[in-house]
């Protein structure tokens, strides 16, 4: 007797073909805990993150972007392009159904004519008319154009997640172009101050020097610091510049229409910000969900390329009527039945290598996905230690400054009252500009700290 497949059967099979695929395993164990202490008792809530640095501009600029740049604008029409993908590859599953017409009309130009053309002499035109409707179906036996579906859709979703990693680092960009924006119009404030503290110190070293109680050296000294202030005064102002055209470019508009800063550096705040659990990064990443799915695509088109190297079956039905005259098309109806077997016998090697290459992509999408995990707990890390080791600096930073501020002003009133050389004077000069400075850049460092913290936690952003 012959084995033969039962209905059951068959079902189980084309059930088995079409089920749901499973989410792929990275094989990466998360750690218990962040390697760097944190403060686990602030907001978790991220959504709008830039709002918390008390910032209405940057709220606009933020604003701004998301609707003027152009990025952002090319991610999200590769979202379209991607959902049109999953209807191309999803209409597969369903019959194609094709309605034909046709009106043929020969005429014979000389001759008798012959039978096929059923014209003569007498009669030199012949008509013909046709209707037709079909249909054609290729079975999904093996699940290859399923798993095509599916990889299509999968690719939808690393679409809209690269849309939301796009989005996210162009947000980032714009809250740290326009933290560098006021920093550097602060640095230049202290640069002109610093000056002007530095062309009263000449004054009062030319006045001493035309009484004759300040040598040349003296003068020539301070008139040489008072050179370098000048030049470190336009070097500062030209990096403001830079990062203006820079957060024009991220808004997606010339520099000229960037509007002007009414901000100072100092109304900025960074909000406490708890980094959570690092097993819960892997829902908070837009970038990792976006691996996961390109991975899970590739193991749909490893099942696409499989599947290409067994036999097809398709199923064609057509319906259709002609005739001479066009009254009586509908007169003489007909139909035809047809079924196919196509399997593959030699093709070079092409299908098996069309496989061994979606496995090979598979393999490496598995390494990237795996790569994205392990970089996104590096860059939560990288955050956490920069607060905590800026926080540190900024407050001895705080003790430095305001000794440097004091030690000028006595250096500066003793050197007046003849009790202090110049060279002292200097010295707290230089070291009053640096702490200065310095203060700024630690302040700068420490807000793009808070704004890669809620960078490398997603932005607020979790998956669906």
């Not at 579906?149 to 326009?178: I, K, M």
């Not at 392990?374 to 407050?395: M, P, T």
Request: overall charge neutral.
């Amino acid at each position: 007797m012959k084995p033969r497949l039962s209905l059951l059967t068959v079902c189980l099979i084309l059930s088995a073909c079409g089920s749901t695929p499973q989410p792929p395993d990275s094989g990466i164990v998360p750690p218990a805990a962040w390697q760097s202490p944190h403060n686990t008792s602030a907001e978790r809530d991220a959504l709008r993150w830039w709002t918390r640095f008390a910032s209405p501009q940057l709220d606009q600029l933020i604003e701004q972007a998301q609707v003027g740049s152009y990025d952002l604008a090319a991610a999200i029409a590769r979202v379209r392009q991607a959902r049109a993908d999953t209807v191309i590859a999803g209409g597969s599953l369903l019959p194609e159904i094709q309605g034909t017409g046709n009106a043929n009309r020969q005429k014979l130009l000389r001759g008798d004519g012959y039978r096929q053309l059923d014209a003569d002499s007498s009669n030199r035109a012949v008509d013909y008319f046709d209707v037709g409707l079909s249909a054609s179906y290729e079975i999904d036996f093996w699940g290859g154009k399923r798993a095509s579906r599916d990889s299509a859709q999968f690719s939808l979703q690393a679409s809209e997640f690269d849309r939301a990693t796009v989005e996210l680092t162009l947000l980032s960009g714009v809250a740290n172009s326009y933290t560098q924006v006021l920093s550097l119009q602060e640095q230049s404030r202290i640069a002109e101050l610093n000056l002007a503290n530095a062309q009263n110190v000449l004054q009062l070293v030319q006045t001493r020097y035309n009484a004759g109680s300040a040598t040349a050296l003296e003068l020539a000294q301070q008139k040489s610091l008072v050179a370098a202030q000048q030049r470190q005064l336009p070097t500062v102002q030209q990096q403001a510049r830079d990062a203006q055209i820079a957060l024009a470019a991220l808004l997606g508009r010339p520099v000229q229409d960037l509007p002007a800063s009414h901000e100072s550096f100092d109304q900025l705040q960074w909000p406490p910000i708890s980094a959570g659990l690092p097993s819960e990064l892997l829902t908070r990443r837009p970038d990792i969900a976006r691996a996961e799915a390109q991975l899970a695509a590739a193991q749909a088109n490893v099942k696409v390329a499989r599947a290409a190297m067994l036999p097809k079956i398709t199923l064609g039905a057509s319906i259709g009527s002609g005739a001479n005259q066009a009254d009586d098309l509908l007169r003489s109806p007909f139909y035809n039945l047809t079924a196919g077997l196509i399997a593959p016998i030699f093709n070079n090697g092409r299908l098996s290598a069309e496989r061994d290459k979606a496995t090979a992509r598979q393999e490496e999408l598995l390494e990237t996905y795996r790569g994205a995990i392990i970089n996104g707990f590096a860059d939560v890390e990288k955050a956490l230690n920069s607060i905590r080791g800026l926080d540190q600096q900024r407050q001895w930073q705080s003790e430095e400054l305001n000794q440097a501020q004091t030690a000028f002003n006595i250096a500066q009133s003793r050197y007046q009252a003849g009790a202090e050389d110049l060279l002292t004077v200097l010295e707290t000069q230089r070291t009053l500009y640096a702490a200065q400075d310095q203060t700024v850049q630690l302040r700068l460092s420490r807000m793009q700290a808070s704004i890669a913290l809620y960078k490398a936690l997603g932005g607020g952003w979790q998956t669906q």
